[in-house]
């Protein structure tokens, strides 16, 4: 039910934006507008680490320190869709890239509160 797009290679300090698609309207009768969304990525060895979230309506996000002030996390209700604006990438950025779709309507970093998940999306920048 989610689709991630938007990966590939990329050099430092280049940009790269993912999207996600809800296929569908309903979360087991959760809407997307009303499910907060999550974006998290597992590089090869390490476990999965959060990223950055978005509340249901847009109007809250966090981010880990990590990527604070390079990436950008935002929703398009009307399109089903989360976006993961990455800038000035770096090499330690390389994961595959997962959204994630929580049933309730505010944000979280733990990944275990995440109900659905995409296939994710190879991201690699290369130095």
């Known amino acids: 039910q989610l689709v991630e797009s938007g990966g590939g290679l990329v050099q430092a300090g280049g940009s790269l934006r993912l999207s996600c698609a809800a296929s569908?309207?309903?979360?087991?009768?959760?809407?997307?507008?009303?499910?907060?969304m999550g974006w998290f990525r597992q590089a090869p060895g390490k476990e999965r680490d959060f990223v950055a979230t978005?509340?249901?309506?847009?109007?809250?996000?966090d981010y880990a320190d990590s990527v604070k002030g390079r990436f950008t996390i935002s929703r398009d209700n009307a399109k089903n869709t989360v976006y993961l604006q990455m800038n000035s990438l770096k090499p330690e950025d390389t994961a595959v890239y997962y959204c994630?779709?929580?049933?309730?309507?505010?944000?979280?970093?733990?990944?275990?509160?995440?109900?659905?998940w995409g296939q994710g999306t190879q991201v690699t920048v290369s130095s």
């Open positions: 978005i509340n249901y309506n847009g109007g809250s996000t």
């Open positions: 569908g309207r309903t979360f087991s009768g959760r809407t997307f507008s009303s499910s907060a």
């Open positions: 994630a779709a929580k049933m309730r309507s505010y944000y979280s970093a733990n990944p275990s509160t995440y109900d659905y």
